[in-house]
């Protein structure tokens, strides 16, 4: 069994977009490997529109419906279907999936085919060990402004 993990950011204050950084560890055949994450912005677990909750998912590969050909699906995501993590570069790019990226941009992630093309070789060498699993969390609450709120 592999996991691999995904740490969200804290919002940017403008509730546009949701950030996080990958993280792979080093499996047999692929080097470890970390890339940058682009999500839609929290919006309770709304289909299509919002990230989907933070928690441990089953990543698989699969033949995507939107794609036409194989692409990593998470599995059991609560109240959602074809979740999946692939290339894009904004908000606009996405329905609720996880994008790869290699950097950050103002208003979304730079050179996602190349970090996907780094993310899926990774994936199939790590599938072919066991299964594999994405361990997805949110950042901790700012101290600071959590006593200002209160």
């Known amino acids: 069994m592999t996991t691999f ?23 047999p055949g692929a080097d470890a490997l970390a890339c940058v994450t682009l999500e839609p912005p929290w919006k309770n677990n709304q289909p299509k529109v919002s990230c989907i909750p933070a928690g441990v998912y089953e990543v698989v ?6 794609f036409g050909r194989p692409m990593p699906h998470l599995l059991n995501v609560p109240n959602r279907t074809e ?8 908000v606009s790019d996405t329905e609720g999936c996880i994008l790869v990226g290699t950097s950050e ?4 992630i730079a050179w996602s085919r190349l970090a996907f093309g780094k993310f899926f070789p990774w994936l199939t060498g ?12 949110n950042p901790l609450p700012d101290p600071i402004l959590a006593a200002q709120a209160a």
Do not use: M, Q, W
């Open 126 to 137: 790590a599938l072919k060990i066991g299964e594999v699993f994405v361990a997805i969390t």
């Open 83 to 90: 979740i999946e993590c692939h290339y894009g570069n904004t």
């Open 105 to 108: 941009t103002p208003y979304g």
């Open 61 to 66: 590969i699969t033949l995507s419906p939107r």
């Open 5 to 27: 993990t995904l740490a969200r950011k804290p919002d940017d204050g403008e509730n546009e977009r949701t950030r996080g950084a990958l993280t792979c560890p080093a499996v």
